[in-house]
């Protein structure tokens, strides 16, 4: 017991000053519980919502349809009753076809400048005949269409009012992280204005769009959100409601916003010149994988390559099918993703630095750019493949799960391919081979190998060995489909 006697005879000789000690730390920690609380709890945010409602307003959109020729919601067609409903509404309509009949549709936007424009989505508007805007203070104008842009569905409206108009004004949603709080507001289900509160929940999404950078968030957006605005803490508005992901049609959480560095891009396009002008480079490309870096000796998988370079301002300036490009107008290029956001942010014939990646060696050409939407003509439709054992033509070999046969003038009409295109035609595919698992099948067009040109069975078979002497894993395909290019990188089997 003594030992235990000392050590309490020289605890109790420290107590003031550890009693002042933990004073301190109880003050410290008070303060950062406080600061805690302040970030988990946040005030009301009924002095933000006052702010910023004025501006909101809820679209109602009226269309004029086709009355129509039969029974259709009453029975489903082929029913027994179908007749004895035609008769029935035929009696009474007197025999005459039905008349037009109008259809709405409800959605939200923002005002964002005092002399009336206003921000909606493009499918909110699609279509319509009439266009009325209801204001917070019951106030209803006609609006009329100043452009639209499908791409990034957002869509710029006009109202004239009598008063200057409340107006909020967009924010940096690149400053926005994830965790941070937002409001979204608008007219749900129809119900009116409406807010909802939650956080950032990811960023950079996207869906399915080529220039979609959507937010994600947990603030309840439903059926009616569409085309409102996405709030920050500031009032500022970092994105436009569009989407939501549902199982059943209603808010889950999961709610997609259109960042408002986008759509400030497209709003000044639409209102200075009522539709879209974005950059246009000329090339088809794809993302660089890790195994197509493998096939093509490189370090690390990043850039996009070049698939194909079609008449426009790439081939102009020289670039070549299999170029990786590595950075546009100076930043280093990620992905294909990221390059053609690049690339249609750009202006129309600005005059932009690429560095491109060929045959081991960097080199930088100037490329002037031009328009996509001159450029733009419809996708070319996916053909479906043709059965195995249907393509004919000469003597075929097998490599790779793969069996070919050149190209003939007959084969080439089969497939759709113009009287320039060379290489060999896959006429089966071993369907326990790593090329049916990326995606080869029967009518595929191998144009490259290892880079290289290829015509004959014998071409492949040295692209083939070039490539085991380099040490390389994986060789690089070229491979067309009704005129759609791609690369795709096969394992070397010893």
């Not at 017991?1 to 050590?7: C, E, G, L, R």
């Not at 990620?334 to 630095?353: I, P």
């Not at 004919?392 to 790779?400: F, H, I, N, R, V």
Request: hydrophobic share 40%.
């Amino acid at each position: 017991m003594q030992p235990k006697a000392v050590a309490l005879t020289k605890t109790n000789a420290m107590t003031p000053r550890i009693k002042l000690l933990m004073m301190g730390l109880l003050a410290v920690a008070f303060v950062m519980l406080q600061a805690v609380m302040s970030y988990a709890k946040p005030e009301s945010l009924a002095p933000l919502a006052e702010q910023i409602s004025p501006s909101v307003v809820n679209i109602t959109t009226s269309t004029m349809v086709e009355g129509r020729t039969g029974p259709r919601g009453i029975v489903p067609e082929g029913s027994p009753f179908e007749d004895f409903f035609e008769e029935f509404r035929d009696r009474n309509n007197n025999g005459e076809a039905p008349a037009p009949r109008k259809s709405s549709a409800l959605g939200s936007g923002f005002v964002i400048s005092e002399d009336g424009y206003v921000v909606t989505n493009n499918h909110v508007i699609d279509g319509a005949d009439e266009i009325t805007i209801e204001f917070f203070s019951g106030e209803e104008l006609k609006a009329t269409v100043i452009g639209t842009d499908a791409n990034t569905d957002i869509a710029l409206l006009k109202v004239e009012a009598s008063n200057p108009l409340p107006f909020v004004s967009f924010g940096d949603s690149n400053a926005a992280r994830v965790g941070d709080w937002v409001i979204a507001m608008g007219n749900p289900l129809g119900q009116g204005f409406s807010v909802s509160a939650g956080i950032v929940s990811a960023r950079n999404r996207a869906l399915s769009g080529t220039y979609d950078d959507y937010i994600q968030t947990d603030a309840a957006i439903n059926r009616g959100n569409s085309g409102g605005p996405l709030f920050n803490m500031d009032g500022a508005v970092i994105g436009v409601n569009t989407a939501i992901l549902s199982p059943n049609g209603g808010s889950i959480g999961i709610g997609f916003s259109m960042a408002s560095n986008v759509v400030t891009r497209v709003v000044d396009q639409l209102k200075e010149f009522g539709e879209t002008r974005r950059g246009w480079l000329g090339v088809r490309i794809q993302d660089v994988t890790q195994d197509v870096a493998d096939a093509m000796g490189l370090a690390k998988a990043t850039g996009a390559l070049v698939t194909d370079v079609p008449e426009g301002p790439a081939k102009e300036a020289g670039l070549l099918t299999g170029d990786i490009i590595m950075s546009f107008a100076g930043v280093d290029v990620e992905d294909t993703r990221g390059l053609v956001r690049q690339v249609g942010n750009s202006a129309v014939g600005a005059a932009v630095r690429v560095t491109i990646l060929r045959d081991g060696k960097t080199q930088t050409l100037k490329v002037t750019l031009g328009r996509r939407e001159d450029a733009e003509a419809p996708a070319p439709t996916e053909e479906e493949p043709a059965e195995e054992g249907t393509t004919e033509g000469p003597a075929t070999d097998s490599m790779l799960g793969l069996t070919l046969t050149p190209l003939t003038d007959d084969l080439r009409a089969e497939l759709g391919a113009d009287a320039s295109t060379s290489g060999l035609a896959v006429t089966a595919v071993d369907e326990l081979s790593e090329a049916f698992e990326k995606g080869l099948r029967v009518g595929d067009i191998i144009t490259e190998a290892g880079q290289q040109s290829i015509m004959t069975f014998a071409d492949l078979e040295d692209s083939v060995t070039l490539a085991r002497d380099a040490g390389r894993k994986s060789l690089l395909l070229l491979v067309r489909r009704a005129g759609d290019p791609r690369f795709v990188a096969l394992g070397l089997e010893e």
